[in-house]
């Protein structure tokens, strides 16, 4: 199963953040993490917030479940009792290109329309 993140975003003064949120165990902070500031087109503000508006909603942190520390935890008990864990190796997945997330956000922003349109 691949790993899951959850995230918030977020607005800060002309920046609007994507937050990835993290259970305790994984955090780092804050100081050592360097964010390079970039331009936005108008068409890509306009995709983010139209999402935004339309995936904005009431959040639970509770609801949610750190899995993949679950199954860690589940890999170490088995080797500690002798067995021998399935494990598969990980996929490397190359990073998403500025335009490849545009069009992302833009089929999410379709299906949220149609999704909404077909509960009214």
Known sequence: MPRRYLGV???????LLMITL????PLI???RIQVKRSELSE???????SLIDELSGSFEISD???????KLMRLIKQKAHGEKP??????????????????A???????ANKSRAGKS
């Open 105 to 111: 956000l833009e089929k999410s922003l379709a299906q």
């Open 9 to 15: 975003l977020q607005s800060l003064d002309d920046v």
């Open 29 to 31: 902070a804050p100081e």
């Open 64 to 70: 949610y479940q750190d899995d993949c520390q679950q």
């Open 86 to 103: 399935d494990m598969k190796r990980p996929r490397r997945r190359k990073p998403t290109t500025p335009e490849e997330l545009q069009a």
């Open 43 to 49: 068409q890509e503000l306009k995709t983010a917030r």
């Open 22 to 25: 993290r259970f305790a165990h």
